[in-house]
């Protein structure tokens, strides 16, 4: 096992961010900086008071909503369980926040090979472009030099700011993010493993990146595939590298791990297969 993380080991830190409203996170995992394989995972706290605009991005996102919804307008209502799949170059929104929202946000570069910038460097993006303009309602204006305003979507901004180039979304073949409800799918008992189910959420994207949901019975172990983020929707259990609780996030390597529940759990597995594969 590369990595447990139990939620809470986590602070909760309060940080500026390129949207409007409130934002407090928790950091949970990152990948390596400059590589197109790097990924950040996060649990963010927002509030009725955020907004973000209709908009891309040039990597792929799986969201889970725990708490309250989160309101995509034409995309439809992330609803507490649902779990969802944001393309890399397709748009979204605008987004609303109902209440106070909690939601599990994995960010990760997609078949493409455009990566993902670290969050570190994607914030001190913002901080240096505040020299030039302001941030407003997840847009970016700074004056233009014959007057006016120029307006750009402010993760664009800062990614053109950090790579000095125009940023070129790539081609997608979904027309729009993909909500889907688990209790959609049925369980499917996994062979092989007594007190062990799943439930298959699809496969997405040329890069191959599979949803699932395992049931473990308490008391039994669960094989967890390589190359995979598990967050633990439900129960504890055990690991080589210690114990986990509800709202833990494991990490697995290049093979796969075993995991023994404690109690009855219920498992996400975002296996995320590497882009040479």
């Known amino acids: 096992m590369k990595a447990i993380v139990n939620l809470s080991d986590v602070p909760v830190l309060e940080r500026t961010h390129a949207r409007a409203g409130l934002f407090r996170s928790q950091s949970l995992l990152s990948g390596q900086e400059g590589t197109p394989e ?29 708490k309250s919804d989160a309101d995509f307008a034409r995309d439809g209502v992330m609803r507490p369980g649902t779990i969802a799949y944001f393309p890399e170059g397709v748009f979204y929104g605008p987004q609303s926040i109902s ?3 909690a939601t599990l946000v994995l960010q990760f570069g997609g078949a493409s090979g455009s990566g993902y910038i670290s969050e570190e460097r994607f914030q001190a993006g913002v ?44 081609k997608s073949d979904y ?22 189910r799943r439930r298959h ?8 990146m599979r949803l699932s949901l395992l049931g473990v019975a308490a008391g ?19 690991a080589a590298q210690g114990a986990w609780q509800q709202h833990a996030t494991l990490q697995t390597g290049e093979s796969a791990e075993t995991v023994g529940a404690a109690q009855d759990c219920e498992l996400l597995e975002i296996h995320i297969p590497p882009l040479a594969h």
Not at 40 to 66: E, I
Not at 178 to 194: S, T, Y
Not at 228 to 236: N, R
Request: hydrophobic share 35%; no cysteine; proline share 6%.
């Open 38 to 66: 790097n990924f950040y995972l996060q649990l963010s706290q927002t509030y009725s008071d955020f907004a973000s605009p209709r908009h891309r991005h040039n990597f792929d996102q799986v969201r889970v909503q725990l």
């Open 99 to 101: 209440g106070e929202s």
């Open 127 to 170: 901080i240096e472009l505040r020299q030039h303009g302001t941030f407003e309602g997840g847009i970016y204006h700074r004056a233009k030099e014959e007057g006016g305003r120029k307006n750009q979507d402010a993760y664009e901004a800062v990614w053109e700011h950090i790579h000095g180039q125009r940023l070129a979304y790539p």
């Open 175 to 196: 027309a729009q993010p993909v909500f889907l409800d688990p209790a959609d799918f049925p369980w499917d008992d996994e062979p092989g493993q007594p007190g062990v």
């Open 201 to 208: 959420l699809g496969r997405f994207s040329a890069r191959g």
């Open 220 to 238: 039994h172990s669960a094989l967890l595939a390589p190359h995979s983020l598990v967050f633990v929707l439900q129960g504890a259990g055990q």
